[in-house]
């Protein structure tokens, strides 16, 4: 069985401020993970992904996420929120099956 | 290069009624997907047709659920009869990635057709 928790279905963060949203995993087996977003009025789309290539992963728009398997998390973070930021984050895992698991996602909200 | 497309963006139907989800994938991607997401909780997987075959469907939640995709291009989703707790966002998704046993590429989303049952 596999399993993605988001800790925290709401994030408000100040622009300009750093984003952390948490994600961690439950897996039987080695896990690719990756982060989606959601902008309002559109499909998900890719953020990142780790494929066991690099445990420090680089995605678009300046964010990134980090791979630590002692603590079974993919948190994902940003050094700097902008207001474009505003959206809806889903950590998910592919594990024993050719599908994503998804988590629960979290609300980013960027206040001026 | 056209993304995944949905069709109806937004249906509203009564209890009992019937209600068929349209999904075109990307030109060429052999792999497609539906999700559900229910009442702001997690997107739950649903089905993984490869080409025109099931290839897991696991996630379908009974049997009035049906998904065919015909020719292995485009691919439906009919609810009959629709319950209450069948409302909630219905994603498709589509990937390229050859077989393997992890899904180690990108899916790529349409924005999801948003069903209403009353």
């Known amino acids: 069985a596999q399993s993605v928790t988001q800790l925290g279905s709401h994030v408000s963060v100040s622009e300009g401020a750093l984003v952390l949203l948490r994600c961690n995993y439950s897996?039987?087996?080695?896990?690719?993970l990756f982060w989606y977003v959601q902008y309002p009025n559109q499909g998900l789309q890719l953020l990142l992904k780790y494929t066991s290539a690099a445990t420090l992963v680089k995605g678009i728009n300046g964010f990134e996420a980090e791979f630590k398997k002692s603590e079974t998390s993919f948190h994902l973070t940003k050094p700097s929120a902008h207001m474009s930021d505003a959206a809806e984050y889903f950590c998910a895992l592919s594990g024993s099956a050719r599908q994503l698991t998804f988590g629960s996602g979290t609300q980013l909200t960027v206040l001026p | 290069e056209a993304g995944v497309t949905q069709f109806p963006s937004h249906s509203v139907i009564e209890k009992g009624q019937t209600v068929t989800l349209r999904c075109d994938p990307i030109?060429?991607?052999?792999?497609l997907y539906w999700y559900r997401r229910v009442m702001g909780k997690e997107i739950k997987f649903l089905l993984h047709?490869?080409?025109?075959?099931?290839?897991?469907e696991s996630g379908m939640p009974n049997n009035r659920f049906l998904a065919e995709r015909t020719g292995g291009t485009y691919s439906t989703l009919k609810v009959q009869p629709a319950e209450l707790e069948d409302s909630g966002v219905y994603f498709c998704?589509?990937?390229?990635?050859?077989?393997?046993?992890?899904?180690?590429?990108?899916?790529?989303f349409g924005e999801g057709s948003r069903l209403t049952v009353l």
């Open positions: 047709f490869v080409k025109e075959s099931k290839q897991d």
């Open positions: 998704a589509s990937s390229g990635e050859a077989s393997g046993r992890l899904l180690t590429g990108e899916l790529f």
């Open positions: 030109s060429g991607h052999d792999n």
């Open positions: 897996s039987s087996v080695p896990p690719y």
